[in-house]
């Protein structure tokens, strides 16, 4: 007799992951938007249509706020001599 065994798959624990490890990628200072880089965004959005949507609006916010905080002017450069 042959059993059929089924693995139930939760979406949003793998998204959360995926949007985890994309997240520490900024951290470790990669360009995300690079698009010779894949992010786990990306492979998840095309393993599962279903999140697709949800996965890649994700990666053009966590781009967005990775280009802004590129974007700003650091303090650093203001030296006041006395």
Do not use: G, R
């Amino acid at each position: 007799m042959t059993q059929l065994i089924t693995k139930i798959i939760n979406l949003q624990d793998l998204f959360l992951k995926a949007k985890y490890e994309t997240v520490n990628m900024i951290e470790q200072e990669m360009d995300i938007s690079d698009p010779s880089l894949v992010t786990p965004l990306e492979v998840l959005a095309n393993d599962y249509q279903e999140i697709a949507q949800l996965c890649n609006q994700t990666l053009i916010d966590l781009i967005q706020q990775q280009q802004s905080v590129l974007n700003e002017e650091p303090m650093t450069d203001f030296i006041n001599e006395f």
